[in-house]
Each structure stands twice: as C-alpha cells, then as structure tokens.
C-alpha cells in the first residue's frame, strides 16, 4: 500500500466519527520511519565533531551519533539532526478546547500532531511513552509537511495544534507545516512547556496564531523536582510570547505535594496579572497519578477550586478548571456583567451565547479570537 492509499483510508477511518490517532490506528495499514531528518536550525558546530544545540537552555553538547537530552536532536557527523522531522506518531482530530485553548475559534476541530522526544523529564508525564522515547522508538508514519496539512484540510480542520509531545524539538518539520498551513487558511497553535530560547521562539512565532503554555510551577525547587528545569527561562518565553502580541493561555496542573501551596499559586497569579494582564487565561488542572508519580493521590477537588478563588481574588478575568466536569469552573463568564457566554461540558461547547466577541448581555469585549 503506497502512502497516499494509506492516508486516504486514515480519512475514511476519521470520518465515521472516530478520532484519527496513528498510535491506536496506523496498525490497520502499516507504520513507518524515514529515517531522513533535517539539519537543525539553531546550533553550533565545535572542534571534533562536536555540536552544541541552541535550541534550549540546556544547550546539549552532543557528541557524534549520540542525542540530546530531548533524544530528538542527534549529532550525525558533525552536524545536528532532527530525527523527528516528517515521523509524527500521532495523527489526531481533536476539539480545541483540549489544548486547552478556551477564547481560541470555539467549538472548531484542531489536525493534532506531535513526534517522540521532549525536552523535560515530567515526573507525571500523561504521554511518557511517546516524549520519553527517540522518535525511532515510537511507532511512526512516514508523513511530509504537505501531506499532513492535506489531512487537516480534507477533516475541515480550523487550525493545527502541535501537542503531546514538545514542539520546539521537531520544530523543522513544525515550522514547514506551518508555512503551507498558512498559506490555506489554517491556523496554526503551539501547546509548550515555554523551555526554548529567545531566538527559535521568534522564528517559529511568526508563524504561530495562538500558545497553550504548561507552567508547571512557580519555584525553581518546584519545578527541578517536577520537570528536571529551572523556573525563569518559562517565564521568559511566557513574557515574550505577550510581548509579540500572539494569543497565550496558560495551564498549572496541580500537583499534591510538589506545586500545590496556595501561597504559591497565589504568586503566581499576581505575576501574570502583573506581567501579562487580567485577560489572559489561566487553567487549573487536576493530577491524576501518572508515571513516576503513581504513588500519590489525585488533586483534591476543593484544592482545584480554591486555586481558581485565588486566580479571581488576584484580579485575573478568566480562569478555568480545565479537567473535572461537569463545573462551573468550565465555562467562560463575562467579567463586567457576570453572564455565562461560553458553556462547556468538559471539552464540549454546549452553549455559546458570544455575539461575535463580544457579551450578549452587556456588550463587553472578550478577548481572544473568536472568528
């Protein structure tokens, strides 16, 4: 079976109703590697063959055949690879809002894609076994930039969201996806842990419509114990990303024991509606015991709910409980008049009451992109 044959038969599979995901499908026709990859864009070549990766702070010194810590960018004779460009392992229609991306085309189906490899160590990792592995090690599809943006168009897919894994490490094959997608109307959405440097995060934000960005915490302590990374570089590529005027939503999965200080959480409310602004969104998240962190028990719901008080009482407009349903916590309320505008039943918009962007009952301006 040729490539095309088998991409049009994951279409058919898509359009009984079943969400497309190759690591639960792609066995019904065959899987794939290329084996290819694409020559970095920002790195350093050093004496002996060496390269140092300008990707992210870790700034890897990766020896010849060897990878980096995200095990996705490899030194191959002196010149450093993207192993994971053109070999997603998760093809996926998805609602928006699982991004979650709540004031970002509501109620519209995001092409979801993503390769093996991260740049973080998540001790509760939901997707370990995809973003601790090689993209070698994961089972695979060999798909071109084109041919993905092709299936995003024939599911009438409204934008594509880079998630599950860690975008910035495939951030080649990222990129070239977005060029085409842009020039056919889809918009384009980055789901991150923030852990890049200055100078990938403008190139790719060119391109990029909105960020979903993972704050996984808001100590160093905090953060090294979760994640393996230091606190202030998320921060800055969070400050960034506001500076360049590109939607931004932010996630805090609360963690029992490691992130789950009120005082915390309250800090870090007050640095987003001093830094960022009242109007950016801010989701709070509920741990369920998951990979290195089996041992600990799920978040408190009353621990959740009294995270977003403090995300109100610190003058933040909009903020959500993005994974217990049914709750109030769900929906998008007009900060002026106190009206419910946006309804959701977990992921699923059950009632949109916006008139273009704006409240039905008051007129206030809700920000985000709605059209």
Known sequence: MNRRDFLEKIMKFAAAGVCTQLGQTASLFGWGFSGEGKESYFYKKLSKNLVKCLICPHG???????YGICNTRMNQSGIEINTGYGNPCILEVVPIEMSPLYHFLPSTNAFSLTTGGCNLKCLYCQNWTISQLKPHQTRNMDVSSVEAVKLAEKKQCKSIVFSYGEPVCYMEYADEIAQIARGND??????TAGYMNKAPLKKISRLIDAYTVTLKAFSDSSYKKLTGIKLKPVLNTISEIQSMGKWLEIVNLIVP????????????????????GADVPLHFGRFQPKYKLTNLPATPKKTVEAARQIGFDEGLNYVYISNISPHDGN???????GKALIKRLGF????????????????????????
Do not use: A, Q
């Open 60 to 66: 890897c010194i990766i020896k010849p055949g060897e």
């Open 186 to 191: 889809i918009r384009i959405n980055w789901v």
């Open 257 to 276: 024991t490691y992130n789950d200080g009120l005082k915390d959480i309250r800090k870090m409310c007050r640095w987003i509606k001093r830094n960022l």
């Open 331 to 337: 929906n998008t309320y007009c900060p002026k008049c």
């Open 348 to 371: 699923s918009v059950i009632e949109n009451n916006l008139k273009g962007n704006k409240c039905c009952k008051c007129g206030h301006k809700i920000p985000g992109i709605f059209r």
